[in-house]
Structures are given as C-alpha cells and as structure tokens.
C-alpha cells in the first residue's frame, strides 16, 4: 500500500485565521500565490513565492509547510525533510504536517523516523484514517527493514566464521541479491570465485540471482570462468 500525503494547500485555509492573521499580508499573499502555483504544477516558481513569504515572516508556518510539500513534489528530500520539521516547531499540532514527514519517511526507508512521526500525528487525530494507514504502512516496512538486516547480519557473520569458504562467500552475495543490493551481491560473488567456487552452472540458474542477469559486471563475472 503507497502512503498518502495530506495536500496542504492554502496555509491561510490551512491555519485558520487566527494563524493567518499573526502573518504579514506580504507573507500571506505570497504563500497563497506560491501554493496557487504549485498546484499549476510551476514548482520552482512556487519555490520563489514560499521562500518570500519566509522571509517576510519567517514565523509562518503555512509557508514552510507548502515550501516542504514543493521540495517533496521535486524529489528534494532532505530540503523537504527540514521544511517540515520547521513548520512542526512553529506549528506543533498540525496533523497533517507530521503525516506528510511520516511519509516522506517512509519513501526515503528512514522507516523508524517515520513509525516515530506518524505516531506524534496520531495521538494529534485519533481518528484520522490516513495517518492510521500510513502508520501501518511504516510499521510494516521497518519489519521487512529489520529482517532484511537480520538475514544480512547471519551471512556476514557467516563469511567471518568461514574467510576461505567460498560457499559462505556466495550465500552472502545470494542474500545481497535477493534484497536487490546489486554492488554487494557482484562483490561477494566475485569473492567466492576468487576463493574457487566453481558450481558456474548453478550460479547462472540459481533464482536468487535473477535480479543481477541483466547487469553486464554479472555477464562479465561468468565469462571469466
């Protein structure tokens, strides 16, 4: 299940007039022109008009929220990551912006930061649907993470019980491969034909490796044998 962000739109909208009217006008206008913008899809010129009410007021909080929302939008993760913790400490309450960090989280596999954020949202808006899914879509994620680290550790561990072994080489580039760790898994295979493994026919039809056939450094490694 993909995470859903919160479209966060019109910070005035967003905050309230209460909020809103603690902002300079300068700031409100240009927050809400450069939120008009993004949702034209003219992203960098949305930057231009959020930076601006930042400076205006860099107390807003609409404004980082639509500037963090525009970062993320552009694939700028850590400058969207920073916006939203920003707009977080000037608006702690703001479910939504804990639910789009969450997310963001989750899409950069910072799966712990994302459970962590997504559980602030919650406890914010019980009864928020979304941020109920995305939290358990984040938990499972961390799991996967944690087994996948879990697999990883058992055949490292391996390789240093067993230096010379080739089989223990390969197993870890079996596991690296699987987890689709393609600069690993070539390493280590490379490594356990160093160390003499010569079960090449195995090694070409083995379906751990299926996700390295198509790169030529595995075609490279084969030829070489």
Sequence with gaps: MRPVRMYLAVGVLLLGAAVAQAAS?????????????SKQGRLEEAIVELRSAIQADPGYAAAHLNLAYVYDRLGRADEAIAAYQKAIALDPKNAAAFNNLGVLYTNTAKHDEAVQTLEQGLKLDPANATLKKNLENAKTNRGIQQEREARI???????????TDPRAAYNLGRVYASQHMKDEALEWLGKALQLGFDDIRFMREDPALTDLRGDPRFSKLLELR
């Design 25 to 37: 006008n300068e700031a409100i206008k240009r927050n809400n022109f450069g939120a008009e913008l």
């Design 153 to 163: 550790a058992e055949a490292r561990k391996e390789t240093e019980g067993r230096p």
